[in-house]
């Protein structure tokens, strides 16, 4: 199992990443459709009302995955290390996409 332990970690950091990339682009997105401020009927509000609830999906994604790598990596300190700045990274960005969906709500403006 400690032969292919690098390999699994390896693959699960990159699951990682790219869930963190691609939240980072429906965020993106996400503010791109709101700044161009297409209609309420539209197909594109529409998109944009899926967009935040993706992110946070894949950003729950990317810090659990990570945490696992964190968990069982403690031996290599280089995948300990980039685990554990993954999934802090992973966990400020959900929060703030949490605060992002949440807040407008309890303070009455919703979109």
Same mark, same amino acid.
């Given at each position: ?11 699960? #950091? ?7 990339? #691609? ?18 009927g539209s197909s594109m509000a529409n998109l944009s009302a899926w967009l935040l609830p993706?992110?946070? %999906?894949?950003?729950? #994604? ?23 700045? #993954? %999934?802090?990274?992973s966990a400020a960005l959900l929060l703030a996409n949490l605060a992002w969906m949440i ?6 403006? %919703?979109?």
């Amino acid at each position: 199992m400690n032969a292919i332990r690098p390999a699994i970690h390896a693959v699960l #950091l990159q699951t990682a990443h790219r869930a963190v990339s #691609l939240a980072i682009f429906a965020i993106v997105a996400r503010i791109a459709l709101g700044a161009w401020g297409s209609p309420a009927g539209s197909s594109m509000a529409n998109l944009s009302a899926w967009l935040l609830p993706v992110a946070s %999906t894949l950003l729950i #994604l990317a810090a659990l995955v990570s945490l696992i790598v964190l968990v069982t990596g403690r031996d290599d300190f280089a995948t300990f290390a980039e685990a554990r700045q #993954l %999934t802090i990274a992973s966990a400020a960005l959900l929060l703030a996409n949490l605060a992002w969906m949440i807040l407008p709500t309890v303070f009455g403006r %919703t979109h």
